[in-house]
């Protein structure tokens, strides 16, 4: 067995980056699977990089990256070869020559391989994860990005266990052994790092399909699952067509190879994985059907198939350098995978909800220990920084560019960059460049962005001279203090504005000013009336804005506003300061806020506008939006002032609200189209409102709504409505749903954490429930998320109860996934990264738990990075 020493964990620098030694040209694959082992037979095709060291210690040595496996035998050019040393997971060869062929087999145990890393069994499923470090599970290679290679693949198997045999690229060739075994012959003729590399083998079905390129090419798509679950890959399919549509149309991007496949399986640390040609995804995120999927879920599918699909050239064919270059390839397909979906759907409404997750998840990062620039200089574990700064944040800094640089000459620039890269590791530093390259701006200050953790803030104020018709806005820009950074430098700030008139007609159009400055004012001409300014129109830069405008100009904003997003925006400000007055005293007046909502409620029964876009203009902030407001994070006294409000609302407001319910009834079939999301979604957040009072009428509404529902999404929302209530409807509709579901995964998800959420009283008891229950598997990812994430990061109330008990929940989680999966309990660690914001009595005991957590046995180097710098910081 390959002497694994335990490693103290080691942080990695950007700074210490050097090129790899020796550049694998090609690497033939062989595996051999067995129930109670996998054979793995690695040669690789070595020469001298002539960019690595060249002379000196070292300069020929060859260091292999490698863990939990027993090595069989070791050749150079096909002779025996022992002159290699093991330390440390690694292999090294001191001396190893310009050019040689390195044969390594060694025995892998996927059957056992808890961390869904590398090789592993999933339900019987043979897959990988490789992304970022989980080839060295599989053989001893140099497992970085950087070192990019050919690739052949054979897989044998048992032909009745395993009839689907899969790996990346062009299927070459296939055929039946002794035994009643078979083997497959794979090959991708495209140069990759290592962890895009796939296998998969199981006994799944497929569907089909092809898509016809720009160049007239034949590409075969094939999406495979188990069998039961095929008439649920429609929609993943369709949105396998418009991803690869939308590429060449948008970016000129082809798909170059004959066959793409994806495959599904249940037990999956991340969303899905862009493996070149074979992407494996979580079957969270292909199966939906009217039945077993909401409307998110649908959106969430088509939003990732097109994800994954955008990485064949955004990650793929052009990747990243190193892992501190994540964002080159996460951003940029982040950003083009919400482009993708607003024009899909809604742009409004997709720009709303992708700045609210923004906000709810990556500006509490930033606030957080755990705040890290979106070009990391540091790191000890590299999934800890799949994070959302590198993810949303990076994706805000795309937009940015391409703001800046408008919508022709950012595509200029993104094909300079495929043209340039293609076929290469590269980094942030030279996406930017090809932005000025091919605009012929300077751009080493907006590189600020990638280098300064951190979320900005940005107060505006303004004045208006009558006489002179000129209308001044300033705007002054300053940047927090983070872990091991200070006194940071302004930022180019792109600030869309525009002017509307007291009557609500836009006077002036939107304007994209460059702030460069600490403090900078912007004049506007020829402006005859006093205007209100729309700022930030589009949230056109990732910053925290505050303006002087008063509530009246936030009305005639939210009324009148020709930008959806600020429209929206403006509402929601005046609802954030509504709820900060009742924070701070209960018995203030809030109801010129009611009488303002009544007013979007009756724009609802005129049937006026985008109904997804009211939907959300009916929702109140959530928590932890609110909470971002705060000096001190109190989830109760938020909870309570928002609840205040929203009985009030329903108070003044139910006959309307009821009228409104009725008129989104569902009247034909069944649609995912956007009109009739729209219609769902602006039923449902009135059933919301509706039953927030949790009495025993709401609890027979939310039962009649779930009872006439023909879809997951409505059944979703009456139990969603029900899961505080303490009414005996409760316990009928989530029986009624466990029975009807049962055989469900993805929907028994749904119904741990519909009950994970819920504000009662009962919920610790319901919680032990849940954990003892036989469907819960702590070695599933998607189960533990269902329960634990929901729980702690959804539920905020009873997650921070005085009491610690939701704290100890989570503690013991943690410390039990440590030795099962230390990837997933590390994520499980973010809801006390801002334990020193809450009120002291709060902080007292999620330090405790923190230091609980610090103090466990063979604490592992993911779950040790994320706790010692929520501790620090």
């Known amino acids: 067995m390959f002497p694994d020493t335990e490693v103290a964990p080691q942080t990695i620098y950007l700074k210490d980056y050097t090129p790899a030694t020796y550049k694998a040209l090609h690497v033939d694959l062989t595996f051999e699977l067995f129930e109670d082992k996998t054979i793995v037979k690695s040669e690789a095709h070595y020469i001298k990089n002539p960019e690595g060291k060249k002379s000196g210690d070292g300069a020929n040595r060859l260091v292999l990256h490698g863990q939990d496996q027993t090595i069989i035998s070791v050749e150079i050019d096909d002779a025996p070869f022992a002159g290699y040393t093991l330390a440390d997971h690694k292999m090294i060869i001191e001396d190893a020559g310009e050019k040689f062929n390195l044969t390594i087999t060694s025995e892998i145990h996927p059957e056992s391989n808890t961390t869904l890393e590398g090789l592993y069994k999933s339900q019987g499923t043979f897959c990988t994860q490789c992304e970022a470090e989980g080839f060295r599970r599989i053989t001893f290679f140099q497992d970085r990005p950087d070192v990019l290679s050919t690739f052949s693949v054979r897989i044998e198997g048992d032909k009745s266990q395993y009839p689907v045999l899969l790996s990346n690229g062009n299927l070459i060739d296939s055929g039946d052994l002794e035994n009643g075994r078979h083997f497959t012959a794979w090959n991708d003729p495209f140069p990759k790092p290592c962890y895009l590399f796939a296998l998969v083998a199981g006994d799944l079905v497929r569907i089909e399909d092809t898509f016809k390129t720009m160049s007239g090419r034949n590409v075969d798509l094939h999406i495979y699952v188990r069998s039961g679950d095929e008439g649920q890959c429609d929609h993943a399919m369709q949105s396998l067509k418009k991803s690869m549509q939308w590429d060449e149309e948008k970016y000129g991007r082809e798909y170059e190879l004959d066959l793409f496949n994806i495959v599904a399986v249940s037990d999956f640390n991340m969303g899905a994985m862009e493996n070149t040609s074979l ?159 091919a605009s012929g701006r300077n751009m080493s200050q907006f590189f600020l962005w990638y280098k300064q953790a951190g979320t900005p803030s940005l107060k505006a104020t303004s004045s208006y001279k009558k006489e002179a018709n000129q209308f001044t806005l300033t705007l002054t820009q300053s940047q927090p203090d983070t872990p091991d950074q200070t006194n940071k430098k302004p930022l180019l700030i792109p600030v869309a504005v525009g002017l509307l008139n007291e009557q609500g007609s836009e006077t002036h159009a939107t304007q994209i000013l460059e702030m460069t400055e600490r403090e900078q004012s912007f004049t506007f001409d020829n402006v005859h009336t006093r205007p209100i300014p729309s700022i930030l129109r589009g949230f056109s830069a990732p910053v925290k804005l505050t303006t002087d405008l008063s509530d009246d100009d936030l009305r005639l904003l939210q009324l009148s506003d020709t930008d959806g997003f600020n429209k929206w925006e403006a509402g929601q400000t005046i609802a954030l300061r509504t709820i900060q007055r009742v924070i701070a005293d209960a018995d203030t007046d809030i109801s010129q806020f009611i009488e303002d909502f009544g007013i979007l409620i009756s724009q609802g029964i005129a049937k006026n506008g985008d109904k997804a876009l009211l939907a959300r203009a009916l929702s109140l902030p959530s928590i932890a939006v609110i909470a971002q407001a705060q000096n001190v994070i109190d989830p109760a006294a938020i909870d309570s002032a928002r609840t205040q409000i929203l009985k009030a609302i329903k108070g003044a407001h139910k006959d309307a609200l009821v009228g409104l319910y009725e008129d989104n009834r569902n009247t034909g079939e069944f649609s995912i189209l956007p009109e009739a999301m729209g219609r769902r979604s602006l039923q449902n957040t009135v059933l919301e409102l509706l039953t927030v009072t949790n009495g025993t009428g709401c609890a027979a509404r939310a039962k009649a709504h779930y009872d006439q529902a023909d879809n997951m999404t409505d059944r979703v929302a009456a139990l969603s409505c029900l899961s505080d209530s303490t009414q005996p409807e409760r316990d009928e509709v989530f029986t009624d749903f466990y029975h009807r579901f049962k055989n469900y995964q993805l929907v028994i998800d749904k119904w741990f954490s519909l009950q994970a959420i819920a504000n009662r009283d009962e919920i610790f008891n319901d919680f032990a429930r849940l954990r003892n229950h036989a469907e819960f598997n702590i070695k599933n990812p998607n189960r533990v998320r269902s329960l634990y994430s929901a729980f702690a990061i959804n539920n905020p109330v009873k997650f921070h109860d005085p009491s610690g008990q939701g704290y100890a929940i989570l503690r013991d989680a943690i410390i039990e996934l440590n030795a099962i999966n230390p990837q997933i309990a590390s994520r499980q660690v973010t809801p006390f990264r801002e334990w020193r914001r809450y009120t002291p009595q709060l902080q007292t005991k999620m330090k405790a738990a923190l230091e609980t957590i610090m103090g466990s046995a063979n604490l592992s180097s993911d779950v040790f990075e994320v706790v010692s710098k929520c501790l620090k910081g």
Request: net charge negative.
């Open 279 to 437: 992407n494996i995804f979580n079957t969270k995120l292909v199966l939906a059907h009217q039945e077993t999927a909401t409307d998110t879920d649908f959106m969430s599918v088509e939003g990732v198939i097109a994800h994954e699909y955008f990485h064949n050239w955004t990650g793929n064919r052009v990747t990243c350098r190193d892992w501190f270059q994540l964002s080159l390839k996460e951003g940029l397909t982040v950003f083009r995978d919400h482009e993708f979906s607003a024009d899909m759907n809604s742009r409004d409404v997709q720009r709303i909800d992708d700045v609210d997750h923004l906000r709810r998840f990556q500006f509490p990062e930033d606030a957080s220990p755990l705040a890290h620039s979106v070009q990391p200089d540091n790191f000890i574990e590299i999934s800890n920084f799949y994070t959302m700064t590198v993810y949303e944040k990076g994706a805000e800094l795309i937009r940015m560019q391409q703001t800046l640089l408008g919508e022709d000459t950012y595509r200029k620039a993104t094909d300079l960059y495929f043209e340039r890269y293609d076929g290469h590791a590269v980094t942030c530093d030279d996406f930017v460049q090809c932005m000025a390259d």
